[in-house]
Each structure stands twice: as structure tokens, then as C-alpha cells.
T-cell receptor, first 114, second 113 residues
């Protein structure tokens, strides 16, 4: 069964450093998403991406964040200058259509900012 | 986004049915009712969704009230693997929406052997 994969599973970085979180969505999916979950809190939407551009983004997704689909298979989330409060699980998800189909989530990347 | 209300936690015994309620009194006519769950240390996982009629799939059943202001996710025989946080989410069904999911706190289901 196809699945969404994410790398790395755990990333440790120093405050102020740039990190890139990688995701490989399911191959025929067209919509891509990033969510995050701070330990013990709700899953929060960050950004959705369709047709090579951002469709929607939340207030959390400020200028420090960017997304890219560099080669037609990978989908990346970049945090330019990490802050302590960026420590969280980051989940990538993909779906075939935006509204009608379920989203398939990856296992997540745990980001720890020291 | 329309709001949903779920109990914080529920307990069940293994191999017994579980009924997880969700209230969504402000639902609009174009909102689909989606259920996801999150097992410990994993990403969310789709369970089921519906609009007006009751729905069944291999994982669960979804019973939707006639006025659509509430719904119930039914696990027919709970297993230990069903212990998770269950989220009831309303998704608007119109062309302008890209379908991002707005998660609440969900219901934490514990299953006792």
C-alpha cells in the first residue's frame, strides 16, 4: 500500500540554524500539506500546496517558513532561522483532491531546537 | 471553520462496541463530517467521512443525525490497537477550499483488555 514517507525521523538543531524537512508524498497525489504538533498539544495546519504554489497558509506559517516541490517527488519544508518554539513534530500529508478525499499522513519528523 | 465538541476521554473494553460522539450544531449544508485518529507516536490516520447518510467501511461506521448537528463514530469491536485520539472534523465542500484539516483536542480512547 502506498504511503507518505518523511526524513529525517528526528532532527536536532541549534537555535538560529536553518533546517529542511523532507517528505515524499504518494505518487499520484496532487495536494500537499504540512502540519505540526507541539508536544501535548493539538495538530495545527501550516500550509497547503497545489499546482506548484501555496494554496492556503496559517498564521503560524510566517516568513521563516517556506515550502518547495523541487523535483516532482519530494516536498520540503524549510525553516530559515529556527527558534526554540519551533520544536515539534512536523507531519506531511498528501491527498488526491483537496476536499473530497482523505489526507494521508507521514510518520512525522521530530524537530528539537536547542 | 465550524466547531465540533467531543468528550475529552472515553474508556472501552476490548471486543466491545465503542460509540464516540461529536456535536457540531453550527454545521453548514456544505460541510462533510470527517473522522481521523492518531495512534500514540504516529501521524493522524483517516477513518471515515460522510455528508448526510450513514457510512460504513472496513474500519468503522459513521452515524449522522437527521439534522446533521451531531454524529457518532462506531467501532464495532474495539481492539487494543484502537487506543488512540479520535478527531471529528468538519470540512467545507466548495471549490475554493483546499481542504486543510482543523484539528480539535479530540477524544482519547482507552481500551482495556
Amino acid at each position: 500500500e502506498p504511503e507518505v514517507t518523511q526524513t529525517p525521523s528526528h532532527q536536532v538543531t541549534q537555535m538560529g540554524q536553518e533546517v529542511i524537512l523532507r517528505c515524499v508524498p504518494i505518487s499520484n497525489h496532487l495536494y500537499f500539506y504540512w502540519y505540526r504538533q507541539i508536544l501535548g498539544q493539538k495538530v495545527e495546519f501550516l500550509v497547503s500546496f497545489y499546482n506548484n504554489e501555496i494554496s492556503e497558509k496559517s498564521e503560524i506559517f510566517d516568513d521563516q517558513f517556506s515550502v518547495e516541490r523541487p523535483d516532482g517527488s519530494n516536498f520540503t519544508l524549510k525553516i530559515r532561522s529556527t527558534k526554540l518554539e519551533d520544536s515539534a513534530m512536523y507531519f506531511c500529508a498528501s491527498s488526491y483532491s483537496g476536499t473530497y478525499n482523505e489526507q494521508f499522513f507521514g510518520p512525522g519528523t521530530r524537530l528539537t531546537v536547542l | 471553520d465550524a466547531k465540533t465538541t467531543q468528550p475529552n476521554s472515553m474508556e472501552s473494553n476490548e471486543e466491545e462496541p465503542v460509540h464516540l460522539p461529536c456535536n457540531h450544531s453550527t454545521i453548514s449544508g456544505t460541510d462533510y463530517i470527517h473522522w481521523y485518529r492518531q495512534l500514540p507516536s504516529q501521524g493522524p490516520e483517516y477513518v471515515i467521512h460522510g455528508l448526510t447518510s450513514n457510512v460504513n467501511n472496513r474500519m468503522a461506521s459513521l452515524a449522522i443525525a437527521e439534522d446533521r448537528k451531531s454524529s457518532t463514530l462506531i467501532l464495532h469491536r474495539a481492539t487494543l490497537r484502537d487506543a488512540a485520539v479520535y478527531y471529528c472534523i468538519l470540512r467545507p465542500n466548495y471549490g475554493g477550499s483546499q481542504g486543510n484539516l482543523i484539528f480539535g483536542k479530540g477524544t482519547k480512547l482507552s481500551v482495556k483488555p
